[in-house]
């Protein structure tokens, strides 16, 4: 399913937020809009119906470079959340946009260590990535601060990836990469996906795996490396269907279209 969100400005934008809430709380907010408030067809919210409170809600542009002021702005954000969220016994989302830009390191790292910590337990993250008016993909380290997010939402013809910019990023910043990403706060980010990301001499791949055991078929589906797959076809007892994402040579870099396609980083498209 892709979100459709049209419009410009001010409008357009608090329509993508009230979007992203939506899905983002959809399992513990069923029901919109606020109590008491008119409904579809002029009906009105019942009293045990919960919405989605404006309180519970951020949304925060992170500008180029992410520095002190940036990622004081961001965790302010999430701690005021935070506060809130336990005050009701809710979960509240902070929404990232997050675009282009040249950034140290160790400040992006910073950042999403801090996004990815359990001090933020009841605070939803979501990576917002738009299509910028030069079309051009978000690279470099601040894809780092949209794989520390809980959940990722991308224009469809947005593209991200190519951590290194067309090399390998250096494998003391892979490891503390992947210290983030084996969180597991994504579940659609694994670890063969970030190398992906990171280095383009892996060849990425999804496969399927389908196993037949006492008349019951099971089916389990994994992103992998090269490597990972070979000894995946030494052990496993049943087929294996492979689809490749990145070949050996090649950029790591999805679209939103096609990360969606592959079940792969985002929870949906939308476009603003």
Request: aromatic share 4%.
């Amino acid at each position: 399913m892709e979100l459709q969100c049209y419009g410009s400005g001010v409008a357009g934008r608090l329509r993508l937020i009230l979007i992203l809430t939506v899905v983002t709380l959809w399992p513990i907010v069923p029901a919109l809009p606020a109590q008491g408030a008119d409904g579809p067809g002029g009906a009105r919210s019942g009293p045990g119906e919960q919405s989605v409170e404006a309180e519970l809600v951020k949304y925060v542009t992170v500008v180029s470079p992410i520095n002190e002021a940036v990622a004081a702005r961001v965790t302010n954000a999430a701690l005021e959340l935070q506060h809130r969220a336990e005050q009701r016994d809710r979960t509240a989302v902070l929404i990232l946009e997050i675009g282009r830009g040249t950034s140290k390191f160790g400040q992006v790292l910073d950042l999403a260590k801090e996004l990815a910590s359990a001090r933020f337990s009841r605070v939803r993250t979501v990576a917002w990535v738009p299509l910028p008016p030069d079309r051009k993909p978000v690279d470099g380290y601040h894809v780092l601060l949209v794989l520390a997010c809980k959940e990722v939402v991308m224009h469809p013809d947005a593209e991200m990836g190519d951590m290194g910019r067309g090399d390998a990023l250096p494998p003391e910043e892979q490891h503390a990469i992947l210290g983030i990403v084996q969180k597991r706060q994504n579940p659609k980010v694994s670890r063969a996906l970030a190398l992906g990301l990171m280095d383009p001499a892996q060849t990425v791949l999804k496969v399927k795996l389908e196993r037949k055991e006492d008349g019951t078929v099971t089916t389990d589906r994994r992103v992998v490396t090269l490597d990972e797959l070979k000894r995946l076809r030494d052990t496993f007892q049943g087929n294996i269907d492979v689809e490749t994402i990145w070949e050996t040579g090649e950029v790591g870099l999805l679209s939103g279209s096609r990360a969606r396609a592959l079940d792969v980083l985002i929870a949906q498209t939308a476009r603003s």
